[in-house]
């Protein structure tokens, strides 16, 4: 999320057309669009995720958005993403972070002797020119430009103001849910774990996704790195992997629901199979029926190994 362009959405002017009030509309849309947005103003939520953010019809979602690049307050980039490449990548247009914001002109020694006598130690205290306490330019105590206490100019509003994506409340569920026999302060109390962390935000810099979805696939890259790199042999006799053992040939109710659950969010999965305007939880009920059936199981089993199983379906008969 980016926190310029949210604030750019709440106070953009916008334009009233024809045929009723649709400003209300348009601000919703915008602050969706805003709330998927990077550090580079780029979004490209798909039209399910649009519908469900702002509960209007497909048909209402795509004319505000029509709206929206008639007044310019949106651009199609002309990129698309997505796992079937038809996802349209959009830019806000007009969102302006303190990177953007016009600088004043330096001060004068002249004026700054003019109106307040000084000693000659507080005249290079203060002293324009050598960048020092007041400096205007470089975003100092004093600065107008800034408005801050001692924050430097050359950092973007977004990174001034970004938060931990990481909730060890929800990781601790996401873990469990995925593999309940591994021990979840094990895992985070390890010295690599930092190490992990560190390259999954490298691994998806720049990617839009919400909090509670890093979470999600933070935990599968946790428990992933956890059995391939840090398990010696002791431990992984230890340990019972999730779907191994004597059920490894079918899945468990709770595993059905479990990987019901993870594979309707899955980005890949749920492009394929999802159907148009279908929420989350019907998409979910819908494969565990499937997932029910050893036959469909089996042959979902890539997708099943993407989101934390690690055993051996039966083919069935």
């Known amino acids: 999320m980016s926190l310029d362009a949210t604030n750019w959405a709440w106070r953009v002017g916008l334009t009233e057309k024809k045929g009723g009030s649709r400003i209300p509309l348009k601000r919703l849309i915008l602050l969706s669009l805003a709330d998927r947005a990077g550090e580079d103003h780029c979004c490209y939520p798909s039209m399910q995720r649009l519908e469900k953010d702002t509960g209007l019809e497909r048909k209402t979602v795509l004319k505000i958005i029509a709206e929206l690049l008639e007044d310019r307050l949106i651009i199609d980039t002309g990129e698309r993403k997505g796992s079937t490449r ?5 830019r806000l247009n007009g969102v302006n972070g303190r990177e953007t914001m016009p600088k004043t002109a330096p001060l004068q020694e002249k004026n700054l002797s003019e109106t307040v006598p000084e000693t000659e130690q507080s005249q290079k205290r203060n002293h324009s020119v050598n960048g020092m306490l007041n400096s205007a330019n470089n975003g100092t105590l004093n600065s107008a430009v800034n408005g801050t206490q001692n924050l430097p100019m050359n ?3 977004e990174s001034k103001n970004k938060k931990d994506w990481l909730c060890f409340k929800k990781l601790r569920e996401e873990i469990f849910l995925a593999d309940d026999s591994i021990n979840f302060d094990t895992l985070m109390n390890s010295k690599w774990s930092e190490r992990e962390k560190r390259a999954f935000e490298t691994y998806n810099a720049g990617k839009s996704m919400s909090c509670d979805l890093m979470i999600y696939h933070f935990a599968d890259w946790l428990i992933n790195a956890y059995r391939t790199k840090y398990s010696n042999p002791q431990q992984a006799a230890s340990v019972k992997p999730a779907g191994t053992g ?3 040939n079918q899945l468990s109710e709770k595993q059905i629901h479990t990987f019901a659950q993870k594979l309707s969010q899955h980005p890949e999965f749920s492009g394929r199979f999802s159907e148009p305007g279908e929420s989350y939880e ?7 029926v499937k997932l029910a059936d050893p036959v469909q199981a089996k042959k979902w ?5 993407q989101v934390g199983f690690n055993g051996s379906l039966a083919a069935g008969a």
């Open 246 to 248: 004597s059920q490894s």
């Open 155 to 157: 950092l973007s509003e």
């Open 301 to 305: 089993e890539p997708y099943l190994k």
């Open 282 to 288: 019907k998409l979910a009920a819908r494969i565990a």
């Open 86 to 90: 038809r996802v349209k990548v959009y």
